[in-house]
């Protein structure tokens, strides 16, 4: 076992670990934090997204001691980070996943909210091309992508300050 310090959310955690645990291994099992989903084990899924450095990285291939000194975002960590910049209640994306009915299951979630929220930090206003290069990590069985793609699209435009595209499928407001 190793002792490792980590930096979590924004907090540094220090727990042991076998040499060959995975960082998933060590968010889920160590730390309790459980956001991040164990799917296939072998980074075809996505599930156990998390941002490393900003960027998104599959927990489940990344050893945990290759972590030390990196800072690692977990789907736990995103809305309080949102509130510490000033904002209120979630980020913007999980906001934008939940109103544009972008989430079903909720396994693939947390993975492709941070895939989304990486995307987003690096290209405020990405078309649909750079939606698909940056979710192609991420794999969802139950809603498809046309949705997601436009929770991402509805951040985008909300942060340049217009309303997003109305979609076909939107309710009118105050509307059933």
Request: net charge negative; with cysteine; glycine share 12%.
């Amino acid at each position: 076992m190793r002792v490792l310090s980590l930096r979590i959310n924004g907090d540094l955690h220090r727990t042991a670990a076998p040499a060959h645990w995975t960082l998933l291994e060590v968010l889920r099992y160590q730390l309790g934090l459980t956001g991040s989903k164990q799917g296939c084990d072998k980074g075809d899924c996505g599930a156990c997204t998390v941002l490393l450095d900003g960027e998104p990285v599959m927990s489940c291939l990344q050893l945990a001691a290759t972590c030390e000194g990196r800072e690692i975002t977990t789907i736990e960590g995103l809305a309080p980070a949102h509130r510490a910049r000033g904002g209120e209640g979630a980020d913007p994306v999980q906001e934008a996943f939940d109103s544009c009915g972008a989430l079903q299951c909720g396994f693939c979630q947390p993975g492709m909210i941070l895939s989304a929220r990486a995307l987003l930090d690096r290209t405020p206003f990405p078309d649909r091309r750079e939606m698909q290069d940056a979710l192609a990590g991420n794999l969802c069985r139950c809603t498809g992508y046309t949705q997601i793609y436009q929770a991402i699209e509805k951040v985008a435009c909300e942060g340049a300050g217009f309303a997003p595209p109305k979609t076909s499928w939107a309710r009118e407001e105050g509307g059933d």
